[in-house]
């Protein structure tokens, strides 16, 4: 996804691009109920969807499980169950309108009921972690991933949700572990090197995070995220890095990262101000 | 910096209209997942006024960007003038009203400034157009709940807020997450309120 895409198609939706905003939100999982039930529910009404209709009708039902907007949540699925009467996949949808109703216990009975016949079947087993997590239950929640991920070990979606339910608890080396995993499974996705490396300096391991904030910048040297955490850890060590054997070069690196963030927030307005005038505010280290 | 305000806990909260209505839109944009972000503002001993508020974050709030970002904050405040860090706004997915999630958060606050406050969103109130974020001030060394008595908010504040929530404006508002991913996206919201009538209401 460009920058600035999804904003342009959102722009766009009200005048004949609901369509495509809604695919969009579909292949790129952006979570927006209000957006999807806004622009879905009139390209239903308006009844020029063809084969469509039966993808935004689920999406549209999702968005409005959620919202509590319970017209357009019963409207959906009575449509949905006519048209597919034995599917699993609508199944899994009545079980989501019971947890939205709160009836968790029902809900879980009908995602059981799916599992006892479909073992293999994935999306439920999600369903039902989510639903743990959804109704408050976090410790229930994590033992269900656990369970989830010795059948199936190498679902990275799982890996990293566990991953984030551990942030939530605070059990942050646990949650280190899970990124590390993930990792293991796609070094290059910027965003696991970036929360693995913003982890490790939470867990005081600054000299490994500064690693991995390195690595961030070396895949996407543009990237702020990598460039304020290289930053951070070259001040954090900065007492440390003088009496090293390399000193110079860690100088040599905590001024090439400024410089790029000072590059990055020229021209950005008052937000660049800021950034510029904390950067000016560094002390720079002079040469020992 | 040095702790500026007394250990003892505020007598009345003013909320800025603009800082209100930016916290709780922040809220609503990620009704499903954790909040938060930080107040600005000043106390002279008696009221503590909110004048701003900057989002932070709708995924997790680690140490490094949490750093950041409070720096940041601070040179805004420098720039601004008046203000510093006084508390911190969050809301949580599951809809709980328990600080425990932004708990070692708010000691760090409280350490800059002693008589810090958290504020969690409470989104049964925004329907009936209520203040609809429930307090918890630092009296030493513990956290006490604030009356929804010593909060100060014009009822014309709320139902701005509650039209703007009703327009979907809160899909506008850049926290420093949206920042991080898109440096052009402000955290600052400066359009966010632009040319709307909230803009002209005055802190009471």
Not at chain 1, 65 to 90: H, I
Not at chain 1, 255 to 261: H, N, P, R, S
Not at chain 2, 109 to 127: C, E, G, R
Request: hydrophobic share 40%; glycine share 8%.
């Amino acid at each position: 996804m460009e920058p600035g895409e999804y904003e342009a198609l959102v722009a766009r939706a009200n005048s004949g691009g609901a369509m495509e905003l809604l695919q969009f939100m579909r292949t790129h999982k952006i979570h927006q109920p209000e957006l999807v039930l806004l622009h879905g529910s009139r390209l239903v009404k308006s009844r020029g969807l063809g084969n469509e209709l039966w993808t935004v009708l689920e999406q549209v039902f999702l968005a409005a499980a959620e919202l509590g907007c319970d017209q357009w949540r019963d409207y959906c699925l009575k449509e949905l169950t006519t048209k597919f009467p034995s599917s699993l996949r609508v199944e899994r949808l009545k079980g989501i309108e019971k947890e939205s109703l709160g009836e968790w216990k029902e809900a879980e009975k009908l995602y059981q009921k799916i599992l006892a016949t479909k073992p293999e079947d994935t999306l439920t087993h999600k369903r039902l972690i989510a639903m743990h997590k959804q109704s408050g239950k976090v410790p229930e929640a994590i033992e269900a991933i656990n369970t989830y991920l010795d059948s199936f070990t190498t679902d990275s979606e799982v890996w990293h949700e566990l991953g984030e339910l551990y942030i939530e608890q605070g059990t942050l080396q646990r949650a280190a572990f899970c990124f590390e995993e993930l990792i293991v499974q796609n070094p290059r996705s910027m965003y696991t090197i970036l929360t693995y490396a913003e982890l490790l300096y939470s867990t005081g391991d600054l000299e490994n995070s500064r690693k991995y904030f390195s690595l961030a910048c070396y895949v996407d040297g543009a990237n702020l995220r990598a460039l304020w955490g290289l930053f951070t850890c070259n001040m954090a060590l900065a007492e440390k890095d003088k009496s090293r054997e390399k000193s110079k070069q860690f100088q040599e690196l905590q001024k090439f990262t400024m410089e790029k963030l000072r590059a990055a927030y020229k021209g950005l307005g008052a937000q660049g101000q800021v950034a510029l005038k904390l950067l000016a505010a560094v002390p720079t280290v002079s040469a020992s | 910096m040095a702790p500026s305000a007394g250990s003892s806990s505020f007598k009345g909260y003013a909320f800025d209209p603009k800082a209100y209505a930016k916290a709780v839109l922040h809220g609503c944009k990620h009704s499903s997942s954790s909040v938060v972000g930080l107040l600005l503002g000043n106390g002279d001993g008696k009221v503590l006024k909110v004048l701003d508020v900057v989002p932070l974050f709708h995924t997790h709030a680690l140490a490094p960007m949490l750093k950041i970002a409070c720096m940041l904050a601070e040179e805004h405040c420098k720039a601004v003038g008046g203000m510093e860090i006084v508390g911190l706004y969050h809301a949580t997915g599951s809809g709980s009203t328990e600080m425990t999630p932004v708990k070692a958060i708010a000691e760090k606050v409280a350490a800059n400034f002693a008589a810090a406050s958290v504020w969690t969103l409470d989104a049964s109130k925004l329907a009936e157009k209520q203040f609809a974020l429930k307090g918890m001030g630092r009296v030493k060394d513990e956290w006490k709940a604030i009356g929804s008595d010593a909060v100060n908010l014009s009822s014309e504040a709320l139902a701005e807020t509650s039209r703007l929530i009703g327009e979907m404006r809160f899909l506008e508002v850049v926290d420093f997450d949206d920042h991080l991913a898109d440096g052009r996206k402000s955290w600052l919201n400066e359009s966010l309120f632009k040319g709307e009538k909230i803009e002209k209401l005055q802190i009471d």
